[in-house]
């Protein structure tokens, strides 16, 4: 005999009982309403059943219980600990059963009504965000309980409102039925961590209702229709609009889109209610196999957005909300998947006020099911479908409204199934005027959109082409990739790459990488601290980080990169001619918002600068501009232009002056690196000394330039492997990363063979391997000198079966601690390596050591500066030929490889310094594609050179 609990809708698959239907979410003009979010009296239990329900009672004395701020997670307020996990379910899969061990967190919360609050009316109590599962008692009674974490749930608690001292009662489990649907790669973070409100809800008031406004672009107009489920009037005084509720009306209009989001503030007039709108007027279609928008398809710009901050998870508060919308659109970023939930509804107004294109998506994911090769995937059981449905009206009833919505997603990660299905039915139906996503509906069955994650730019390719085959729904669909680019430390590479290809084939329409932010957790020991950080048993360790932005929203290089690669200007020149071609790649707007300006660098120094003029250009289209002549005292140095498209005024995102795109060209080249050898090594006293050098006689190693000592010069492979190197464990194709340190080149011996003191040259031969492998590297360093300067060459042979490209190939070198001072004429000012190249800016940069360090929060290979044609530091200038990779760190390559958080990481008494002729590409393989083989640094014959002297 089974008996029936207090606690049973735990593991019950419904949504939950007691909850209103679904609705718009809006902010009332004249209703009142009352926030609960602030203290709230708080206590935890181990089970869902430890305590009783007597707390829910008026008169309960939790004056002894916790506090805690809602929202928030109570896992980030000193009560239990996070725990992360990707696919994997951290608790025995056995569905609708949770573990017995479920954290429970009754918070209770007293409060007045104000006293101007309307007695005896109706009124709803929202709750935008309970993870995962709620129960609620307003003055002792039963209100229900509901499930579907980033979704609102309302109820009906008019009637129970007394003017002072209501008591409301909480009780919130971690673990639910709806967890078994909540299998994002993320933090499962309990709490209530959105907004909790109190709404009046007048007699005749508004309802609910659904805003109608699309554009017709060949008229130029708009057509609005306001549906309401009670009637009212429409007005939008810019328009001359007022009409009743169910009505179209058809006027011109400005149209919204990402680039021009025009909102017309009108107002919904109920009997009762006054609502404000904020009406954008825009169409979105499926024609000629495109998304289009108002006529025109798009390219996708986009990224991934979890909603994270380092100390409060979920919990967002406005203003991050806006710091996320305006750094994606001062970075070029025109689009945002809500991956994998329906956001806080405050950031889809961002996204309507300062444009940006959404791809809404539903509180759904149970990937954790793939484990048993989907056996008891919940949504291909009936009697899940109930919940399924639930979710899908909850986040497209509340987030109708909104223009910058273009696509519904089903959500993520899912398996297939009939209930995915009866979403998607039940979406179409509902709102006819978008589009319907979902990745895992390979075949496009229920979607209108092709979508992948992850694949390899061949691939994408082919599905440009339309080579991919596929049924015949599949093959007449639009395509984009709803994740690539897996921003997981240092990267993602190979993204330019990607959107050459996206700019080639109209069927591919861009995509989103993944993902916007470091999902790290603000911590006194690490840093930030990721999974296995709180000891939980099961985890994912760092992949939790792999963000563009790192934890405390730092735009990392891979954001910079991306920003560059999406420029929506793009100039094309071979500099030499003096002309520019400008191409407009704005899918919507002329280029009359910008700015130009050129300037001309020699040898990395702006000589001269001034105005560009540019013709306003349409979308799509490109003109050649000339540039002025060069100045003449250029000659003889290296010279180059840059030309820049700056906002031309202020706008809601971004200041007057703000870089929206650049190109630079080369008029002359660099002018060769020349040391005439003339000084010969003069041996003595175990040193021997070669112009400004000195060296030991015995192994030859190089001890002082001038003043200043080196120490540690040698050949170096290593590198601290990167996320992107080590590879994720489902990628097919080699890891690289890992093949490295199973060969050993993290611990190559350096032997010696000879020491020649020449005519004109000290010649150190040595060979360079690991133990236990019979490939190596047959290493020259060949020093000669004219006096006062000091020219290294370095010729590398492979010996051996090399079956493995090179982490990177240069010398290491140690100086003093008390180094600091960097000035580099190369690559700047950020960090780019062979397939991150992009931003990568030639001039003159000065930073300091701990300047160049880009704290990745799991510490990897960071730093290095493309293109360097000549560095100083620590009284050296070393210049290149060719360029090389600059980097340097107060660690070495192997400490920063042992460190696992950035607090590992302790300064010695040497700044080493790495002085590079090639790096291995980065790619994305943590999670996709390793670097294109053209980023391979394979092992083959090198020669390069060095010329060291002192500063002044
Ligand atoms: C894909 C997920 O959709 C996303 O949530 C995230 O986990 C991402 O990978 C990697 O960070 S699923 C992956 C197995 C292709």
């Given at each position: 005999m089974s008996i029936r609990t207090a606690t049973d809708y735990i593991e019950?698959?419904?949504?939950?009982?007691?909850v209103l239907p679904p609705r718009a979410w809006y902010a009332s003009s004249d209703a009142a309403s009352l926030s609960l979010n602030g203290r709230w009296r708080f206590r935890l239990s181990a089970?869902?059943?430890?305590?009783?329900?007597?707390?829910?009672?008026?008169?309960?004395?939790?004056?002894?219980w916790a506090e805690v701020p809602v929202p928030g997670h109570w896992v980030l307020q000193g009560h239990g600990s996070p725990v992360y996990t990707n696919v994997h379910y951290p608790f025995p899969v056995d569905p609708p059963r949770v573990p017995t061990e479920n954290p429970t967190g009754d918070h209770l919360r007293v409060f007045d009504l104000p006293?101007?609050?309307?007695?005896?009316d109706a009124a709803v109590l929202r709750f935008d965000?309970?993870?995962?599962c709620a129960r609620v008692w307003l003055n002792g009674t039963d209100l229900g309980e509901f499930k579907g974490s980033r979704l609102p749930h309302e109820f009906a608690v008019g009637h129970l409102?007394?003017?002072?001292?209501n008591v409301l009662a909480v009780r919130v489990h971690q673990?639910?039925?709806?967890s078994y649907l909540e299998d994002q790669d993320q933090w499962w973070l309990p709490g209530i961590f959105r907004d909790v409100t109190l709404l009046h809800r007048p007699a005749g008031g508004v309802l609910d209702f659904f805003v109608h406004a699309s554009y017709d672009h060949v008229r130029g107009e708009g057509t609005l229709k306001v549906d309401s489920d009670v009637e009212g009037r429409v007005t939008v005084p810019a328009l001359g609009v007022d009409v009743s509720t169910g009505e179209p009306v058809t006027v011109p209009v400005e149209p919204w889109t990402a680039e021009t989001p025009t909102l017309y503030d009108g107002v919904l007039a109920t009997e009762g209610e006054r609502v404000p709108l904020r009406i954008g007027f825009r169409t979105v279609a499926l024609e000629d196999g495109l998304i289009k928008v108002n006529g025109k398809p798009l390219l996708l710009k986009g990224v991934n957005r979890h909603e994270w901050h380092p100390e409060k998870g979920r919990a967002l508060d406005s203003e991050t909300m806006r710091e996320d919308v305006l750094l994606m659109k001062r970075h070029n970023i025109n689009a945002v998947r809500t991956s994998h939930y329906p956001p806080h509804p405050a950031f889809l107004g961002l996204c309507d006020e300062l444009g940006l294109w959404v791809v809404d998506e539903c509180d759904?994911?149970?990937?954790?099911f793939v484990e048993q090769?989907?056996?008891?995937?919940p949504v291909d059981d009936d009697r899940w479908t109930p919940a399924l449905l639930d979710r899908a009206a909850r986040m497209v009833e509340r987030?109708?409204?909104?223009?910058?919505?273009i696509l519904w997603s089903l959500?993520?990660?899912?398996?297939?199934?009939r209930g995915l299905t009866a979403m998607a039915e039940w979406i179409h139906g509902r709102d006819t005027s978008r589009l319907v996503h979902y990745e895992g509906d390979i075949n496009c069955r229920d979607t209108d959109v092709y979508s992948r994650m992850y694949a390899y730019h061949g691939e994408v390719e082919r599905i440009g082409r339309r080579?991919?085959?596929?049924?015949h729904k599949r093959r007449e669909l639009p395509f984009f990739l709803?994740?690539?680019?897996?921003?997981?430390?240092?990267g993602p590479g190979g993204i330019a790459d990607y959107q050459r290809l996206f700019e080639t084939?109209?069927?591919?329409?861009g995509g989103f990488i993944w993902?916007?932010?470091?999902?790290?957790i603000r911590d006194e020991r690490y840093g930030f601290a990721y999974g296995?950080?709180?000891?939980?048993?099961l985890h994912d360790g760092n992949?939790?980080?792999?963000?563009?932005?790192?934890?405390?929203?730092?735009?990392s290089p891979g954001l910079v990169e991306y920003q560059k690669v999406i420029e929506p200007v793009r100039f094309e020149s071979d500099g030499a001619d003096g002309t520019v071609r400008v191409r407009n790649m704005y899918d919507?707007?002329?280029?009359?918002?910008l700015a130009f300006e050129w300037s001309c660098q020699v040898d990395g120094e702006t000589l001269e600068s001034g105005p560009l003029s540019v013709p306003v250009?349409?979308?799509g289209e490109s003109a050649v501009v000339k540039l002025p002549q060069?100045?003449?005292?250029?000659?003889g140095g290296e010279t180059q232009w840059t030309v820049r498209a700056l906002l031309a005024a202020d706008t809601a995102w971004g200041a007057q002056g703000h870089t929206v795109a650049w190109g630079q060209f080369r008029v002359w080249a660099r002018p060769a690196v020349r040391v005439a050898p003339s000084a010969a090594p003069v041996p003595g006293d175990g040193r021997i000394t070669l112009g400004p050098a000195s060296f030991?006689?015995?192994?030859g190693a190089l001890r002082t330039i001038g003043g200043v000592d080196v120490t540690g010069l040698h050949l170096d492979v290593w590198r601290a492997p990167t996320d992107n190197d080590m590879g994720?464990?489902?990628?097919?194709?080699?890891?690289y990363g890992q093949l490295w340190r199973e060969l050993g080149l993290h611990r190559m011996r350096h032997r010696l063979d000879a020491v020649e003191a020449g005519d004109d040259a000290l010649t150190v031969r040595t060979r360079v391997a690991p133990a236990a492998r019979e490939m190596g590297l047959a290493t020259v360093y060949r020093w000669t000198s004219d006096g006062t300067r000091l020219n290294l060459t370095v010729s590398v042979a492979p010996r051996g079966n090399w079956t493995v490209p090179l982490p990177r190939l240069g010398i290491r070198l140690g100086l003093p601690g008390s180094v600091n001072r960097v000035r580099w004429f190369g690559g700047g000012p950020g960090e780019a390596y062979p397939d991150t190249t992009?931003?990568?800016?030639l001039g003159r940069w000065d930073s300091t050591v701990d300047e160049?360090?880009?704290?990745y929060v799991r510490p990897q290979e960071n730093g290095a500066r493309a293109d360097v044609r000549w560095a100083e530091i620590g009284g050296l200038r070393i210049e290149g030929d060719p360029e090389f990779w600059f980097s340097a760190r107060r660690w070495t390559n192997e400490q920063l490889d042992a460190?696992?958080?950035?607090?590992?990481l302790t300064p010695g008494d040497t700044v080493w310094v790495n002085l590079d002729h090639g790096q291995h590409g980065i790619g994305s393989q943590s999670c996709g594609p390793g670097?294109?083989?053209?980023?391979f640094l394979w092992a083959a014959p090198a020669e390069f050179s060095f010329v060291f002297s002192e500063t002044g």
């Open positions: 019950d698959v419904a949504p939950g009982s007691g089970t869902a059943d430890a305590e009783d329900d007597s707390f829910a009672e008026p008169g309960f004395d939790a004056g002894n006293e101007d609050w309307p007695p005896d965000g309970v993870e995962s409102l007394r003017p002072a001292g673990w639910s039925a709806g759904l994911e149970t990937h954790g090769a989907w056996r008891d995937n987030d109708k409204n909104h223009p910058s919505v959500g993520n990660e899912a398996g297939t199934g080579l991919d085959g596929g049924d709803c994740e690539y680019g897996h921003a997981m430390g240092n084939h109209d069927r591919l329409q993902e916007w932010i470091d999902h790290g296995g950080d709180f000891g939980e048993e992949f939790v980080c792999d963000g563009l932005l790192f934890p405390d929203r730092t735009p919507f707007v002329d280029l009359s918002a250009l349409a979308p060069p100045p003449p005292d250029a000659r030991d006689a015995r192994t994720a464990e489902w990628q097919s194709d080699v890891r992009s931003a990568s800016l160049l360090q880009t704290p460190a696992a958080h950035l607090t590992d670097p294109l083989p053209r980023y």
